[in-house]
């Protein structure tokens, strides 16, 4: 088992900057990412990374504003999102994965973030 806890979700106006944090537990897992999910849209893949930090990817509307990156010491990953857009507005959950080929089947319970204009 996997146990995923998110925190730093909030409020800021557009422009400003936010970083959440994915804190894990559990067996050992090889690639953590960010989804999020707006009113009243499907979940969408936000960003992702192996566990070793190896092979970040993005969806092209954050490349350039959010880094993913881990911390292995305290075995939590972070999402620094910069230039934040009220588009971004969303519950940001993490998931994680045991291997390439696997589904994300371990999830966190979500963090709100909010951008204002």
């Known amino acids: 088992q996997v146990q995923l806890v998110e925190s730093g979700g909030g409020s800021v106006q557009a422009g400003g900057s936010l970083r959440l944090s994915c804190a894990a537990s559990?067996?050992?897992?090889?690639?953590i990412s960010w989804f999020r999910q707006a009113p009243g849209k499907e979940r969408a893949f936000v960003a992702a990374?192996?566990?070793?930090?190896?092979?970040?990817t993005y969806t092209n509307s954050v490349l350039g504003r959010f880094t993913i990156s881990r911390d292995n010491v305290k075995n939590t990953v972070y999402l620094q999102m910069n230039n934040l857009k009220p588009e971004d507005t969303a519950v940001y959950s993490c998931?994680?994965?045991?291997?390439?080929?696997?589904?994300?089947?371990?999830w966190g319970q979500g963090t709100q973030v909010t951008v204002s204009s």
């Open positions: 998931a994680a994965k045991m291997g390439e080929r696997d589904p994300w089947g371990y």
């Open positions: 990374t192996n566990w070793d930090g190896s092979r970040p």
């Open positions: 559990g067996r050992t897992i090889s690639r």
